[in-house]
T-cell receptor
């Protein structure tokens, strides 16, 4: 079945360094969503990408959707301690007649001051 | 109002207890969800309600019983749980389908003794 793989599982960076997490799907995705979960918190929606090759920016965050719509990345420039948390990508999958959302395994980001 | 509320925040129960988790949203969303999240893992979909009807049950054991009394409310009734059911239970809602942006509640942290 369709899987969404995410790497790396963990990333420790010094404050001010850049960070990237990658998401890969075995099949073409109609769209991909990104969520952030702070420690002890709940997932919060960041963005949705729909178009092939799409690039969206939110301040220091840059999101990309691959040309083949099978991969995506989230890049954070000059990380801050407020960026700490786990970043999940999530893609839709169809199981029979049911539409479902499948989450990647997440990348846990630690930012060292 | 873009908030999903959940009660209680924490719940400790014995294996013979019966308890309920509650979720509420006032965004006019017609799809609501229950997820289970173990530590350092992504959310796992349990149930989907679409227009107050159960549309997806991800092979969840019958000791978990969902209920959608109206379009704003979602309950999860718990009975005869096992210690391995201890987890963060997240409620979410979206406009109409799982492929729309998911708005998560803060979750109920459940401990089964």
């Amino acid at each position: 079945g369709q899987q969404v793989m995410q790497i790396p599982q963990y990333q420790h960076v010094q404050e001010g360094e850049d960070f990237t997490t990658y998401c890969n799907s075995s099949t073409t995705l109609s769209n991909i969503q990104w969520y952030k979960q702070r420690p002890g918190g709940h997932p919060v929606f960041l963005i949705q990408l729909v178009k092939s090759g799409e690039v969206k920016k939110q301040k220091r965050l840059t999101f990309q959707f691959g040309e083949a719509k099978k991969n995506s990345s989230l890049h954070i420039t000059a990380t801050q301690t407020t960026d700490v948390g786990t970043y999940f990508c999530a893609g839709p999958k169809s199981s029979g007649s049911a539409r479902q959302l499948t989450f990647g395994s997440g990348t846990q980001l630690t930012v060292l001051p | 109002d873009t908030e999903v509320t959940q009660t209680p925040k924490h719940l400790v129960m014995g294996m013979t207890n019966k308890k309920s988790l509650k979720c509420e949203q006032h965004m006019g969303h017609r799809a609501m969800y229950w997820y289970k999240q173990k530590a350092k893992k992504p959310p796992e979909l349990m149930f989907v309600y679409s227009y107050e009807k159960l549309s997806i049950n991800e092979s969840v054991p019958s000791r978990f019983s969902p209920e959608c009394p109206n379009s704003s409310l979602l309950n999860l009734h718990l009975h005869a749980l096992q210690p391995e059911d201890s987890a963060l239970y997240l409620c979410a809602s979206s406009h109409r389908t799982l492929w729309d942006t998911q708005y998560f509640g803060p979750g109920t942290r459940l401990t089964v003794l």
